[in-house]
C-alpha cells in the first residue's frame, strides 16, 4: 500500500528556518515525483513545486521559487519542503502527494498534511 | 488568485444533480487535460477524475467529467451526504509552467 507520511505540527517564530518532511513507503520511492502543495487555511489548494527522489531534480511554481527549497533523500525514501527565514504568511498546512504514474500530475496519494504556523 | 474560475458555492438535495464549472484558458484547459478533486475539510484531497473524465478506482461513477474548449465541468448524479465537501479542478498550464488548481467550489446537500 503506497503511503506518505508527513512529520508534525509547527510552530514557528517570524524569521527561524524550518524543514517538514514527507515519508513515502509501500513503492519505489526514487522512481515517483513528490509534489508539495500549500492550502492556507480557508483557501485553496496552490501547486508549490515538485522533485524526482532519484536525482534530485527539483521544479518551483513561480509563486514559491526562491521562497522554499525543495529536496529528497532517496536513502530514506524522504522528501523534504525547507524555508530559511520565515513569515508569517507562510502559516498554512502543507501537503505532499504523488501521481501515481511516473508523470508529474494527477495526484493520486497525499499526505496527511503539515500544519505550519508563523507567529511571533 | 488562481487562473481558473470556479463558482464559490452549490447545492442540492439527496438524489440530485450538481454540476460544477472550471473556466480557464488556452494555455491550460483549452491544452492539457483537467483533473478534479474533493476534500473534505480537515483531510486531504481525493482524487476523483483525471484525464478528463477518467475515474480513479473506487470513485463511483456518480461523478463524471466533461470540456469543451477552455472550460470544464464536474457533474455529480444521486447527490449523497457525504459528497458535502469542497471541489477543487486543476490542470497543467503552459504559460505558468506549473500546475494550477481551480479556485474551488463548496458543495452543501441540503
Known amino acids: 500500500e503506497v503511503q506518505l507520511v508527513q512529520s508534525g505540527a509547527e510552530i514557528k517564530k517570524p524569521g527561524e528556518s524550518l524543514k517538514i518532511s514527507c515519508k513515502g513507503s509501500?513503492?519505489?520511492?526514487?522512481?515517483?515525483?513528490i509534489a508539495w502543495v500549500r492550502q492556507v487555511p480557508g483557501k485553496g489548494l496552490e501547486w508549490m513545486g515538485i522533485?524526482?527522489?532519484?536525482?534530485?531534480?527539483?521544479r518551483y511554481s513561480p509563486s514559491f521559487q526562491g521562497q522554499v527549497t525543495i529536496s529528497a533523500d532517496k536513502s530514506i525514501s524522504t522528501a523534504y519542503l525547507q524555508w530559511s527565514s520565515l513569515k508569517a504568511s507562510d502559516s498554512a498546512m502543507y501537503f505532499c502527494?504523488?501521481?501515481?504514474?511516473?508523470?508529474?500530475?494527477?495526484?493520486?496519494?497525499w499526505g496527511q498534511g503539515t500544519l505550519v504556523t508563523v507567529s511571533s | 488568485q488562481s487562473v481558473l474560475t470556479q463558482p464559490p458555492s452549490a447545492s442540492g438535495t439527496p438524489g440530485q444533480r450538481v454540476t460544477i464549472s472550471c473556466s480557464g484558458s488556452?494555455?491550460?484547459?483549452?491544452?492539457?487535460?483537467v483533473n478534479w478533486y474533493h476534500q473534505v475539510p480537515g483531510t486531504a484531497p481525493k482524487l476523483l477524475i483525471y484525464?478528463?473524465?477518467r475515474r480513479p478506482s473506487g470513485v463511483p461513477d456518480r461523478f463524471s467529467g466533461s470540456k469543451s474548449g477552455t472550460s470544464a465541468s464536474l457533474g455529480i448524479s444521486g447527490l449523497q451526504s457525504e459528497d458535502e465537501g469542497d471541489y477543487y479542478c486543476a490542470a497543467w498550464d503552459d504559460s505558468l509552467n506549473g500546475y494550477v488548481f481551480g479556485t474551488g467550489t463548496k458543495v452543501t446537500v441540503l
Open positions: 502527494a504523488r501521481p501515481d504514474t511516473s508523470g508529474w500530475y494527477p495526484f493520486d496519494y
Open positions: 509501500g513503492y519505489s520511492f526514487a522512481s515517483y515525483w
Open positions: 488556452s494555455s491550460n484547459i483549452g491544452g492539457n487535460n
Open positions: 522533485i524526482y527522489p532519484d536525482d534530485s531534480e527539483a
Open positions: 484525464y478528463r473524465d
